[in-house]
T-cell receptor, first 121, second 115 residues
Framework: GAVVSQHPSWVICKSGTSVKIECRSL??????MFWYRQFPKQSLMLMAT?????????EQGVEKDKFLINHASLTLSTLTVTSAHPEDSSFYIC?????????????????FGPGTRLTVL | AQSVAQPEDQVNVAEGNPLTVKCTYS??????LFWYVQYPNRGLQFLLK??????LVKGSYGFEAEFNKSQTSFHLKKPSALVSDSALYFC?????????????FGSGTRLQVQP
């Protein structure tokens, strides 16, 4: 249980195009999802926190108009990198928090997706 | 503000020997503490967590960690290392006293287990 999937696992795109990354909680309801990015040999940096049905909260320095986050349902959040440039190339990882059922064994835990490697040419 | 320090970029240990990966944290309140492992081009896999209760926490794959409040540390340990333990390890913290649910990660420590 408590599986988070991401799609695609990798993507290569041309500069100036937009890329959408999906994050799904497969067997639990994710009231909160988080988006991180990781540069080579570096740690995960939080980009934004999204709560189902409301606007995402972005970390300082993260452009909300460039990194569009939608969390329309309890099992799906999407990150769209708009007008991607080579400097946006990174490993993007989502995590989902099981916050729907307080009696659940996994309540309040975060589960991470496998990541999406974005390469912008 | 919450922060995590992993002072070692890399830890080398021989297979069969005990291993320790260090982590210290800083929070204004009480911490939730986590260890994750990452294999190349993969997401993070949960190893263990400290929420409350016993200071010694046992997790997956034979790993354990000890919460030390006075030293604000949460070092990861394993009695006998395996070559397959070679990976990147991240310590993470969340301050229980704030409404912030996101984790703050350390810089990561690469564990290399030699056969």
């Amino acid at each position: 249980g408590a599986v988070v999937s991401q799609h695609p696992s990798w993507v290569i795109c041309k500069s100036g195009t937009s890329v959408k990354i999906e994050c799904r909680s497969l067997d639990f309801q994710a009231t909160t999802m988080f988006w991180y990015r990781q540069f080579p040999k570096q740690s995960l940096m939080l980009m934004a926190t999204s709560n189902e049905g409301s606007k995402a909260t972005y970390e300082q320095g993260v452009e909300k108009d460039k990194f569009l986050i939608n969390h329309a349902s309890l099992t799906l959040s999407t990150l769209t990198v708009t007008s991607a440039h080579p400097e946006d190339s990174s490993f993007y990882i989502c995590s989902a928090r099981d916050g729907a059922r307080a009696i659940s064994r996994t309540y309040n835990e975060q589960f991470f997706g496998p990541g999406t490697r974005l390469t912008v040419l | 503000a919450q922060s995590v320090a992993q002072p070692e970029d890399q830890v080398n240990v021989a297979e069969g020997n005990p291993l320790t990966v260090k982590c210290t944290y800083s929070v204004s309140g009480n911490p939730y503490l986590f260890w994750y492992v990452q294999y190349p081009n993969r997401g993070l896999q949960f190893l263990l967590k400290y929420i409350t209760g016993d200071n010694l926490v046992k997790g997956s794959y034979g790993f354990e960690a000890e919460f030390n409040k006075s030293q604000t540390s949460f070092h990861l340990k394993k009695p006998s290392a395996l070559v397959s333990d070679s990976a990147l390890y991240f310590c993470a913290v969340r301050d229980r006293g704030t409404g912030r649910r996101a984790l703050t990660f350390g810089s990561g420590t690469r564990l290399q287990v030699q056969p």
